[in-house]
């Protein structure tokens, strides 16, 4: 069974910062195997993508409103991707998801393993 857990979410004034965790568990889960992304999905909208990071973390790719302002990191031997984001704006608002798959796309339906999410708010 494997189980991604999502951490850090939490109101954040705009202009602000939050660092979110992925933590990833599994007997027959081998977290280096896989490339891991995040996406995010606002109420009544789809869920959309936000980056993705390869599975050595050397190659990352970030959707357009995210560049430059959100940074994805992983840590192999924690089993532990991470996303920091900076300069927050209130679009930014959203429940955030990690999500690990076996080949490098923007698309939910690449992916196999879904965490639960964790709610970023940002206020104006």
């Known amino acids: 069974q494997v189980q991604l857990v999502e951490s850090g979410g939490g109101l954040v004034q705009a202009g602000g910062s939050l660092r979110l965790s992925c933590a990833a568990s599994g007997r027959t889960f081998t977290f280096g195997s896989y490339v891991m992304g995040w996406f995010r999905q606002a109420p009544g909208k789809e869920r959309e993508f936000v980056g993705v990071?390869?599975?050595?973390?050397?190659?990352?790719f970030y959707a357009d409103s995210v560049k430059g302002r959100f940074t994805i990191s992983r840590d192999n031997a924690k089993n532990t991707m991470y996303l920091q984001m900076n300069s927050l704006k209130p679009e930014d608002t959203a429940v955030y998801y990690c999500a690990a798959g076996r080949r490098w796309s923007s698309l939910p339906r690449h992916y196999d393993y879904w965490g639960q999410g964790t709610q970023v708010t940002v206020s104006s």
């Open positions: 990071n390869t599975q050595t973390g050397v190659n990352t």
